[in-house]
Nanobody, 124 residues
Framework: QVQLVESGGGLVQAGGSLRLSCAAS????????VGWFRQAPGKEREFAAA????????LYADSVRGRFTISRDNSKNTVYLQMNRLKPEDTAVYYC?????????????????WGQGTQVTVSS
């Protein structure tokens, strides 16, 4: 089993930036992908970005492409989500997760282990 701990959330004004971190430990050798999802109040959890464990491929939701960048530091087993030009509609709890498949479209059901989430609030 993989343990995930997110950090880096907070309150920021629209147009600002935040960097989220997801530290992974445990049985990571079978991991294929690490993803970031987000869930706003009253809404379903939605995909934001993902990166393959070997750091060769990335995938972004249309709503964040060009503003968010996902990356992995192999030496630290940590995945980052750099979020720039934040908008109030980016406000949500952000979760990282690890999964064992990759594709052109990723859903929460493609991921097995989840972190506890970190709150991101963007004020207008």
């Amino acid at each position: 089993q993989v343990q995930l701990v997110e950090s880096g959330g907070g309150l920021v004004q629209a147009g600002g930036s935040l960097r989220l971190s997801c530290a992974a430990s445990g049985r990571t050798f079978s991991t294929v992908a690490v993803g970031w999802f987000r869930q706003a109040p009253g809404k379903e959890r939605e995909f934001a970005a993902a990166v393959t464990w070997n750091n060769r491929n990335t995938l972004y939701a249309d709503s964040v492409r060009g503003r968010f960048t996902i990356s992995r530091d192999n030496s630290k087993n940590t995945v980052y989500l750099q979020m720039n030009r934040l908008k109030p509609e980016d406000t949500a709890v952000y979760y990282c997760a690890v999964g064992y498949r990759w594709g052109n479209r990723l859903e929460p059901t493609d991921f097995d282990s989840w972190g506890q989430g970190t709150q991101v609030t963007v004020s207008s």
